[in-house]
C-alpha cells in the first residue's frame, strides 16, 4: 500500500514560519507528482503547491513568495517552507501524489496535518 507520512504541522503567530514534511517511497518519489494542498473548514481543498520529477515547480497565487516546496532525494521527503503566515492558511494540509496519462490517473493522499495561525 502507498504510504505518504505527514510532519511538521502545528500552531504559529502571525508571520511565524513552519515546515511540513511528507516522506513516501522511493518509486512513489522518482515516478509521481508531488503536492502539497489544504482545506480549511467549509472550503473546498485546494492546490498550495506542486514539484515534478524534474524539479519544476507550481504554487497558488496566495502562498507565491511565502511557501516554497523542495524535494529531498535521499530521504524521499517533500517539503513545504511555510513563511510569513497569515490566519488565512489556517488548514489541513495533505500531501498528495499524482500520476496523470493519456488513459489513467493515481492518485494518493496523506492522512493531513494541521496548520493554525492566530495571535
Known amino acids: 500500500q502507498v504510504h505518504l507520512v505527514e510532519s511538521g504541522g502545528g500552531s504559529v503567530q502571525p508571520g511565524g514560519s513552519l515546515r511540513l514534511s511528507c516522506a513516501t517511497s522511493?518509486?512513489?518519489?522518482?515516478?509521481?507528482?508531488m503536492g502539497w494542498y489544504r482545506q480549511a473548514p467549509g472550503k473546498q481543498r485546494e492546490l498550495v503547491a506542486s514539484?515534478?520529477?524534474?524539479?519544476?515547480?507550481e504554487y497558488a497565487d496566495s502562498v507565491k513568495g511565502r511557501f516554497t516546496i523542495s524535494r529531498e532525494t535521499a530521504r524521499n521527503t517533500i517539503y513545504l517552507q511555510m513563511n510569513n503566515l497569515r490566519p488565512e492558511d489556517t488548514a489541513v494540509y495533505y500531501c498528495n501524489a499524482n500520476l496523470t496519462t493519456d488513459h489513467a490517473k493515481w492518485n494518493y493522499w496523506g492522512q493531513g496535518t494541521q496548520v493554525t495561525v492566530s495571535s
Open positions: 514539484i515534478q520529477t524534474d524539479g519544476r515547480t
Open positions: 522511493r518509486i512513489i518519489f522518482s515516478v509521481y507528482t
